[in-house]
């Protein structure tokens, strides 16, 4: 099929590379033209495993184009994705703007049928609200349909190839059929197609998200109480998980969840419940308890070292929101390291993948480090904000002669607290009672 992607951030590229790659000549186009030329040549903007090998086999072979020419690519396509963003605007709602003027130009490009299809993060209504705007541009029939993506950072490509499910919301059974048959090549050992209304459609991919970032703040609340009466959150964590009706997945305490779909997700949700006057109280509280799990931890540094942090020396392990990605967004490094420097502390940062993405957010208020173990040099305290798998198994020995002073605050629990103080570490994780050396 001839499929028009616009959009060339996250979900688009992805997008496009994996249909690409299943035979389709495929079109993504932006409005930047820098990024344009980058994607021409082969460069992709961010990190994402497999990506960069689909991009570059499928523009070898003539199936994957990028071009900032909307008219030409909307004329050529069948389908089109509308994959731009939806930023959350001041009050937390979903900002659809620029939605709805890719909708408004698709409609003055359109020259035959075609199906419209809704691949952003979209509120309820949103698919019917791109059908009002092409029509008032144009006579020319078209459907369209609301296909909202489940990839996770980290792992989308493979996610793509392999869905759990595919979710195609439209009223026509035609264009059901049609979308069906596209995603058909990563199916062929079960169809996971789920064709349903158009409202299900965009409510579902915000419902999912909601529930497993309240599945994390549960977990860090039950981890904050841990900490207070002496229970060990890890052990918990497996009880819990050993029971069929909850399961083990999203079940590690942390630092919060951030990245470009939880935060914005839980809260253009409240927003549009709130639109219906009902008061979504858990996804309130899940919020709530994420914003407040920063200043948990951050309370906990503060508490170790007196208040004292003035001309001390941190080292950072972990800058991304999460492993196997260079995503900054609501990253909980970007708040615990804007602190540490508003109160006078030197910051020396790793990240195996986000050190770029880090330089032009934090300029020079930070130290770039080489390596980790060049961010322990001298440390008053390390601070470890991602679970990158660099950083499971270190010399600890060593560790502990860079550093200044053996101290530990694991904001992801990648360690075993009893070895660490037997290793001479004060060591503090979440949810676990660390009495230090």
Excluded at 274 to 291: G, H
Excluded at 389 to 402: A, H, V
Aim: hydrophobic share 40%; net charge negative.
């Amino acid at each position: 099929m001839n499929i028009g992607i616009v959009g060339t951030g996250y979900v688009g590229l992805v997008t496009g590379a994996c249909f690409s790659e299943s035979g389709n000549n495929v079109i993504c186009i932006d409005v930047d033209e820098g990024k344009i030329k980058s994607l021409e040549s082969g460069k992709v903007p961010f990190y994402e495993p497999g990506l960069d090998d689909l991009v570059h086999k499928n523009l070898k072979e003539g199936r994957l184009n990028f071009t900032t020419d909307i008219s030409e690519a909307i004329r050529r396509s069948f389908i089109v994705f509308i994959a731009v963003g939806t930023p959350p605007n001041g009050d937390g709602s979903a900002n659809i703007g620029t939605v709805l003027d890719v909708a408004r130009k698709i409609g003055e490009y359109l020259n035959d049928y075609k199906i419209i299809v809704t691949k952003s993060t979209v509120p309820l209504g949103t698919t019917e609200m791109v059908r009002d705007v092409i029509k008032e541009v144009t006579e020319v029939e078209f459907d369209v349909a609301s296909n909202p993506e489940f990839l996770k950072e980290g792992a989308a490509v493979e996610d793509f190839m392999k869905p759990d499910r595919v979710v195609i919301g439209t009223d026509k059974a035609s264009v059901g059929g049609i979308l069906k048959e596209l995603y058909s090549p990563f199916m062929r050992s079960a169809d996971r197609a789920m064709v349903v209304s158009i409202g299900s459609a965009e409510l579902a991919k915000y419902a999912s998200n909601a529930m497993l970032a309240t599945r994390i703040s549960f977990m860090n609340e039950i981890a904050n109480l841990c900490e207070i009466v002496g229970a060990d959150v890890s052990e918990i964590r497996v009880i819990m998980g050993a029971d069929s009706r909850i399961g083990r997945f999203f079940l590690f305490p942390g630092i919060g969840y951030g990245g470009s779909c939880f935060p914005k997700d839980i809260k253009a949700l409240i927003k549009t419940a709130e639109k219906f006057d009902y008061d979504l109280k858990i996804c309130r509280a899940t919020d709530e308890v994420n914003t407040m799990q920063k200043e948990v931890f951050w309370r906990k540094i503060n508490k170790f070292f007196k208040g004292e942090l003035k001309g001390r020396k941190f080292g950072v392990w972990g800058l991304s929101f999460k492993p196997r990605t260079d995503d900054l967004r609501e990253a909980a490094s970007l708040f615990m390291i804007d602190r540490f420097i508003s109160h006078g502390v030197e910051v020396s940062v790793h990240d195996p993948v986000a050190m770029e993405k880090a330089k032009e957010y934090f300029e020079n208020r930070v130290k770039y480090a080489e390596s980790n173990y060049d961010a322990c040099n001298d440390a008053d305290a390390l601070i470890i904000h991602t679970e990158w798998n660099e950083y499971r198994q270190p010399d600890f020995e060593k560790m502990k002669k860079l550093m200044k002073s053996p101290v530990i605050f694991d904001g992801r629990n990648l360690y075993n607290s009893k070895r660490l103080e037997k290793l001479g570490f004060n060591y503090f994780g979440v949810g676990i009672v660390s009495g230090g050396v």
